[in-house]
């Protein structure tokens, strides 16, 4: 562990040697979350550490990177289980290997530090190149995006930064208004390589963009643990989508919106090895993964700021790879989501969400979710302060009403989040 | 001869006042616009912010001007909390796109988000420019002529037009007589038009590049007590000024 102190260390001594044109900041987060789930409060604590530094070597190159030391404390192994509905549970069981049981559907928080962004920009008169680990940000959606294949949203926080991806990206501006972007992400075979082609353009008050993408998709199975490299079997699929999003203005209110149309292709040899996977558990053969074949998913949302400063906004979002009954969530369903595989667990649900700056450093906020596929809801308070010049203070509530077995029920827990970000 | 020449100039002198008299209310508000909406302007300031408890926050950015207003572009430098965030405004603010560094993302904005608080301050995006929104948005009306901050001023009220989306009702404007520079803006809420809401006061004004330019702003907010004062460390007039500044990819540079 220690080259690692010592690599994070070397890396920070060295920046200044890179020249006067390094700009270097960043923040430090540390952060508390507590939650009360059945009986029991849980405590588990964080500290972030993000160090950007930024080069410009000349107008047209330029260089970009984020190096995180993220440390965690009290309970950082967590049973995913007890987030599940007892009929869901009891889809599966422990392991039994050599007379030891042991739980293989725990999440566990360890210390990371890694570079999250790592790239290379190349500015020209006609195109931009960006090569290496970087973040991709698609569509307009404020908490979903059915068209970026890439992140997925914190419904709780969803303005968080998402990581970075290892891609090639190519931006060629046709004219001030349109736009072409297209992206290439390598894989682990160049047969299932992400792509992405996106026509950006602008009619009236009106941003739009066409997307295609092909991107590789693995679903997890979670009843299929291979026991030496302690993993769950995953199914690759590649997912085809065209899609398209907007963005303006409709009789005063801000509205936008996105749908994709997926298509998943699975190969034979890739399913055959599913089913002879599937045939050495205990369930046999017989209850594969239902997924779909070919779905959409397209969110809308509307949103207007008062003269009071206070802001509105709402978005709708369906989901057909998701289902509409609760009582239809299996196992995998929930595996999945909490994989980030699969963008919810309900079909149909709602966010809202109304802000209001109460003083000029303090900023008051609840917003909601709830889904009419199970008519379960959450409601998660936020209050953010500038306590100093470089010194913001969070507070986020997270309160969970749904009926046992829903998207957004009850034993997910209550609890709250306290988090402090210094910047520098 | 002396005779006649100081009698030309008694009768230059009267014929000037006399046509400065004879303005109308929308002839000066068109040389306000003028002057306020030149064809570039460069701009670095720092924006402080003195909230109703006392506490100072200070903010820096750069902005940039073209087509007489028509476009504009807001970066902030400082403090690292903010840096890096842009703000694009074309068409006169009616197409807003914001971007977050932190995310990397550019968001379209609908035009209300020009009633937001730039930063929390006391100034909004509405505020920091919008073309032709004085002459487009509002009728005047040339009100008694009064002295304000040591300055003679015409004083010019503006209403506001049925369907523009200001969100102003109406403004009051002290305009400087030798210059056409609104050295005093009064803003007046948006449903009543009565309730004064806000002051905006031009200080130290010196002539940069010829055009006079007010190189401190005070805003002071009489319903939240509060108040923000600009104040532009460097400004730069009419210089060339190329149009891919203001599109979505410079904005995320």
Not at chain 2, 128 to 140: I, L
């Amino acid at each position: 562990m220690k080259w690692r102190y010592l690599l994070f260390a070397l890396f920070l001594w060295t920046l200044p040697a890179l020249g006067q044109q390094v700009e270097i900041f960043g923040y430090f987060e540390p952060q508390f979350m507590g939650a009360k789930i059945g009986d029991e409060f849980y405590q588990l604590s964080s500290n972030k550490l993000r160090v950007d530094l930024q080069l410009r070597t000349s107008d047209r190159v330029s260089f970009g990177a984020n190096f995180d030391y993220i440390t965690y404390h009290g309970k950082t192994d967590w049973d995913l289980k007890l987030f599940m509905p007892e009929n869901v549970v009891n889809e599966v069981s422990d392991i039994n290997m050599f007379g030891y049981s042991f739980n293989p559907y725990h999440w566990e928080f360890s210390d990371r530090q890694f570079l999250d962004n790592a790239f290379v920009k190349f500015s020209f008169s006609k195109f931009d190149l960006t090569v290496g680990k970087q973040q991709i940000s698609l569509g307009t959606g404020y908490v979903w995006n059915p068209v970026d294949v890439f992140n997925r949203k914190d419904i709780v926080d969803p303005t968080y930064e998402q990581p970075g991806h290892n891609a090639i990206r190519l931006d060629i501006p046709i004219s001030s208004k349109w736009g072409i972007t297209s992206i290439y992400a390598p894989t682990d075979n160049w047969k299932a390589d992400d792509l992405l082609l996106k026509l950006k353009g602008n009619l009236g008050h009106f941003d739009f963009s066409i997307l295609g993408i092909q991107k590789q998709w693995k679903f997890t199975d979670a009843r299929i643990v291979d026991f030496i490299n302690q993993k769950f079997y995953q199914l690759p699929t590649r997912r085809q989508i065209l899609g398209f999003d907007f963005a303006g203005e409709l009789f005063g209110l801000g509205v936008w919106g996105e749908a994709a149309h997926n298509r998943l292709l699975i190969e034979n040899d890739d399913w055959l090895d599913y089913e002879k996977q599937l045939a050495m558990t205990s369930l046999g053969a017989s209850l594969p993964m239902s997924l779909e074949r070919n779905f959409w998913e397209w969110v809308v949302g509307a949103d207007y700021t008062f003269d009071s400063q206070t802001y509105v906004m709402a978005e709708f979002y369906q989901n057909y790879f998701a289902k509409d009954d609760y009582n239809d969530y299996r196992f995998n369903d929930w595996m999945q989501y909490y994989m980030a595989e699969t963008k919810t667990l309900s079909r149909d649900q709602c966010y809202t969400m109304i802000q209001h700056p109460v003083t000029d450093l303090l900023s008051a906020s609840i917003s909601g979710i709830y889904s009419f596929s199970d008519e379960s809801s959450a409601v998660f308070p936020m209050i953010v302060y500038n306590l100093f010049e470089d010194v913001d203070l969070t507070f986020i509530g997270n309160f969970y009403l749904g009926k046992e077995g829903t998207a957004y029920a009850k034993n997910l827990g209550n609890g709250f989040m306290a988090r402090a970000k210094v910047y520098f | 001869m002396k005779k006649i020449i100081w009698g030309l100039a008694i009768l230059l002198f009267a014929f000037s006042s006399v046509q400065a008299q004879s303005l109308t209310a929308e002839e000066i508000i068109q040389k306000v616009n003028a002057l306020m909406n030149q064809k570039s302007v460069y701009a670095k300031a720092r924006m402080t912010i003195v909230t109703t408890s006392g506490k100072k926050r200070t903010f820096e950015y750069e902005s940039w001007s073209k087509d007489s207003g028509e476009k504009n572009l807001i970066r902030y430098t400082a403090p690292h909390r903010v840096k890096g965030q842009a703000i694009l405004m074309l068409n006169n603010a009616d197409d807003i796109w914001a971007y977050f560094p932190r995310t990397r993302r550019v968001r379209k904005l609908a035009s209300h988000a020009k009633k937001q608080k730039m930063q929390g301050s006391d100034f909004s995006y509405e505020d920091m420019g919008t073309g032709d929104a004085f002459v487009n948005d509002f009728t005047a009306e040339k009100l008694k002529d009064e002295k304000i901050e040591g300055f003679d001023c015409y004083k010019v009220e503006l209403t506001r037009k049925k369907g523009a989306d200001s969100q102003y009702s109406r403004l009051i404007c002290w305009v400087i007589k030798k210059n056409f520079f609104p050295v005093v803006i009064d803003y007046y809420d948006d449903k009543n038009p009565d309730i004064w809401v806000k002051r905006m006061v031009q200080k130290d004004i010196r002539e940069i590049d010829g055009i006079p330019t007010g190189l401190k702003i005070v805003m002071y907010n009489k319903n939240d007590n509060t108040q923000t004062e600009m104040e532009f460390l460097e400004v730069k007039y009419n210089f060339p000024l190329s149009d891919d500044m203001f599109s979505e990819r410079s904005l995320a540079k």
